[in-house]
T-cell receptor, first 113, second 114 residues
């Protein structure tokens, strides 16, 4: 059974810091890995998707990497801002019928001004 | 392009009542799914569909029914609401060939069962 773990569970940093969120998964048979952002009381917004054949993806200040063989992904946020405060969720898309997503529990990020 | 639309946004039910959570997408996506999000439990898959007329159970299907008569719509029915079904429900859709394309999520339905 695929399990996804995110570390740390919570993180508080001063504005301007670069930071790394970690995601690990137990089964490498995945189609892709997706990072989402969730603001309190809101839905999920997709940030980055890394296909299983790719090593990284970048969007603005965000960079996500994927090492499928070791079952790890990182989300790097450069020059953090208070507006980055949210919960960040990692999800893997299973390589099986239905293309199902398995989520980690998330990292709660607070960027202090 | 509305994406994934969920209605209602909030709902309060009494134990034993039934209701349907609506989900519609306008992106012609084949795959659609329902998840529930609970504190400390994360997002868990309830039911999913790989196309019109095809549905299957996810991780936590008990107490819920789904149907997929069209590509666009994927309603979730609560048969007899229980307090344990108090949760936030998310609908999501994805094109076929999931490697290249990820899931798009709706804004959620916050359900309270009293």
């Amino acid at each position: 059974k695929q399990e996804v773990t995110q570390i740390p569970a919570a993180l508080s940093v001063p504005e301007g810091e670069n930071l790394v969120l970690n995601c690990s998964f137990t089964d490498s048979a995945i189609y892709n890995l997706q990072w989402f952002r969730q603001d309190p009381g809101k839905g999920l917004t997709s940030l980055l998707l890394i296909q299983s054949s790719q090593r990284e993806q970048t969007s603005g200040r965000l960079n996500a990497s994927l090492d499928k063989s070791s079952g790890r992904s990182t989300l790097y946020i450069a020059a953090s801002q208070p507006g980055d405060s949210a919960t960040y969720l990692c999800a893997v898309s299973l390589m099986e019928y239905g293309n199902k997503l398995v989520f980690g529990a998330g990292t709660i990020l607070r960027v202090k001004s | 392009n509305a994406g994934v639309t969920q209605t209602p946004k909030f709902q309060v039910l009494k134990t034993g009542q039934s209701m349907t959570l609506q989900c519609a997408q306008d992106m012609n996506h084949e795959y659609m799914s329902w998840y529930r999000q609970d504190p400390g439990m994360g997002l868990r898959l309830i039911h999913y569909s790989v196309g019109a007329g095809i549905t299957d159970q996810g991780e936590v299907p008990n107490g819920y029914n789904v149907s997929r008569s069209t590509t666009e719509d994927f309603p979730l029915r609560l048969l007899s609401a229980a307090p344990s079904q108090t949760s936030v429900y998310f609908c999501a859709s994805s094109p076929w060939q999931g490697q290249k394309y990820g899931y798009t999520f709706g804004s959620g339905t916050r359900l309270t069962v009293v």
